[in-house]
């Protein structure tokens, strides 16, 4: 239901309670698509929500305004989460659409735009819409080449699409309102939308630094007030590679042989003082071991050989890391083979792909199943590892 934000500027988002799959991204705590009414002379509305909203949207706006009298939509991202109801709005409302030239385009790739009206913004640009102005400022590649931000300069409030986004559905609408477990959220949602382009966010938010913020409102999740300044910094950190001394070990097995070795090598870097995140991963949402693996030192991949090739579970997880391109880690293959060993030769050519410093030892690939000995050697070389 609406919530007024600041004066006459209303969140009138949809909370999507049950979502669990976000292109693969599990979203164990929902989501929420935030849609803001900006009520002016000209009614301007920024960003929609999936399809299936439409209904729960459309009501948040009627608390507010006829939504025919919408004069405007801003599609900050034409991704279907939030562009989801703009055909129907403008159905309804005959409303122009502000984007820019990508936007402009993707929208017509995903939606019968014969008819619409467009009005195509570039960074820099602004438009008075009564007492209020809003400026638009490009960010492409943050994460689709369509993404960029609108800014009400009279009001402070910078709508951030994707940009700041946690995956939370929660009554609550601001940052102060839940405790610091928001970093976490926003983390994970770094991690699995933002970090294949974060060299390109220090200038991002450089481009932003002369904009006096008081409000960030992004299109998922809570909206930044009180904890500005730190979750700017944290997405800093985390585009910049800040690591901690912290290993991820992420595996799967069909026998335990290949668990057995990353408890043993877990013991020796605990031993050696790393703090150790362990994952089986058919067992975790991998975009639960991403959120670990961003700030992490050392990620150690596990898998049996199966017919040749790395177990399938894991061969998924690669494919997802190597999407997602996590840089300046230490990489570590091990697993557990009958005769043919196949699937660390796999890993480690996503290491490479990724650039990690790779760190190999006989002791990590293991002849079926992993003697007292062979598990002491495991351990020995965790505790080495954590001296590197
Ligand atoms: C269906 C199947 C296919 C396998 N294919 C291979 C293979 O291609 N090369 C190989 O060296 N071992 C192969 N193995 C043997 C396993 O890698 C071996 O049993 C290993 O110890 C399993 O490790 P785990 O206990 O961690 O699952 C295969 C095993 C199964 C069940």
Redesign the pocket.
């Known amino acids: 239901m609406a919530v007024e934000i600041k004066k006459d500027i209303f969140w009138v988002g949809v909370i999507d309670w049950e979502v669990r799959n976000f292109h693969e991204y599990i979203t164990q705590n929902g989501s929420t698509y935030n849609s803001y009414l900006i009520k002016d002379k000209e009614t301007v509305l920024i960003d929609t929500a999936k399809d299936y909203m439409f209904d729960e949207l459309i009501n948040g706006i009627s608390q507010i305004i006829n939504p025919k009298d919408i004069d405007y939509v801003v599609v900050n991202h034409v991704e279907k989460d939030h562009s989801g109801c703009v055909d129907k709005i403008v159905e309804i409302s005959n409303a122009t659409i502000i984007t820019n030239e990508k936007g402009k385009e993707h929208l017509s790739l995903n939606y019968d735009t014969k008819g619409w009206d467009f009005l195509i913004v570039d960074t820099g640009d602004e438009i008075s819409i009564g007492d209020r102005t809003l400026k638009f400022i490009r960010t492409p590649m943050l994460h689709w080449p369509d993404n960029m931000v609108t800014y009400c300069k009279e009001d402070k409030v910078l709508f951030s699409n994707d940009a700041f986004g946690q995956h939370i559905a929660s009554s609550e609408k601001f940052d102060y309102e839940i405790g610091d477990e928001v970093f976490e959220h926003a983390k994970e949602y770094f991690a699995n939308i933002l970090m294949p382009y974060k060299m390109l966010i220090p200038n991002t938010i450089n481009s932003l630094k002369d904009l006096d913020i008081e409000l960030i409102c992004p299109s998922h999740g809570i909206i930044w007030k009180e904890k500005i300044d730190e979750i700017i910094k944290k997405y800093l950190d985390w585009a910049n590679d800040k690591i901690e001394n912290k290993a991820v070990i992420a595996y799967d097995?069909?026998?335990?042989?290949?668990?057995k070795i990353a408890h043993a090598i877990a013991g020796g870097l605990i031993d050696g003082g790393v703090e150790v995140k362990l994952y089986r991963i058919s067992e975790t949402p991998m975009n639960t071991i991403m959120k670990e693996i961003l700030d992490a030192k050392y990620v150690l991949i596990g898998s049996?050989?199966?017919?040749?090739n790395p177990y399938p579970e894991v061969g998924k997880f690669l494919t997802y890391m190597e999407g997602l391109k996590p840089t300046n880690k230490i990489g570590v293959a091990f697993?557990?083979?009958?005769?043919?060993?196949?699937a660390t030769e796999k890993i480690k050519r996503v290491f490479e792909s990724l650039g990690f410093k790779i760190v190999d030892d006989e002791c990590l690939k293991v002849k079926?199943?992993p003697k007292e000995d062979d598990l002491k050697k495991c351990y020995e070389f965790g505790k080495r590892l954590a001296d590197i």
Do not use: D, I, Q, R
């Open positions: 097995t069909m026998y335990n042989s290949t668990k049996p050989t199966l017919n040749g697993g557990s083979y009958g005769w043919m060993e196949m079926f199943a």
